[in-house]
C-alpha cells in the first residue's frame, strides 16, 4: 500500500519561503493526480493545489501566483514551493491524489509568524 511521507515544514515570517516535498513509499501511478491540501486549526481540510500527470497545475483562489507546485513522476515526489507566506498560510500540509484515495500521511506543520 502506499504510504505519503510529507516534509519541508517549519517556521517562516511573513514573506518568507519553503518548500514541501511529499515522498510516496510506494508507486503512485504516474496517471493520478496529485494534490496539496492544507487544514488549519478549528477548519476543515481545502485543496491548495493540484498537478496532472501531464503537468497541468490548478491553484487555490488564495495561494495563486504565490505557490506552486511540480511533480517529479521517477522520484514518486510531488513538491509545492510557497513564496509571500501570509500568517493566513498557517497549517498543516498534506498530500494526496485528488480526489483523496489514499490513506493520509502525518503531514508537515507550516507556521508563519513574526
Known amino acids: 500500500q502506499v504510504q505519503l511521507v510529507e516534509s519541508g515544514g517549519g517556521l517562516v515570517q511573513p514573506g518568507g519561503s519553503l518548500r514541501l516535498s511529499c515522498a510516496a513509499s510506494?508507486?503512485?501511478?504516474?496517471?493520478?493526480?496529485m494534490g496539496w491540501y492544507r487544514q488549519a486549526p478549528g477548519k476543515q481540510r481545502e485543496l491548495v493545489a493540484s498537478?496532472?500527470?501531464?503537468?497541468?497545475?490548478n491553484n487555490a483562489d488564495s495561494v495563486k501566483g504565490r505557490f506552486t507546485i511540480s511533480r517529479d513522476n521517477a522520484k514518486n515526489t510531488v513538491y509545492l514551493q510557497m513564496n509571500s507566506l501570509k500568517p493566513e498560510d498557517t497549517a498543516v500540509y498534506y498530500c494526496n491524489t485528488h480526489p483523496s484515495g489514499l490513506p493520509w500521511g502525518q503531514g508537515t506543520q507550516v507556521t508563519v509568524s513574526s
Open positions: 510506494g508507486k503512485i501511478r504516474y496517471l493520478y493526480t
Open positions: 498537478i496532472t500527470s501531464g503537468g497541468s497545475a
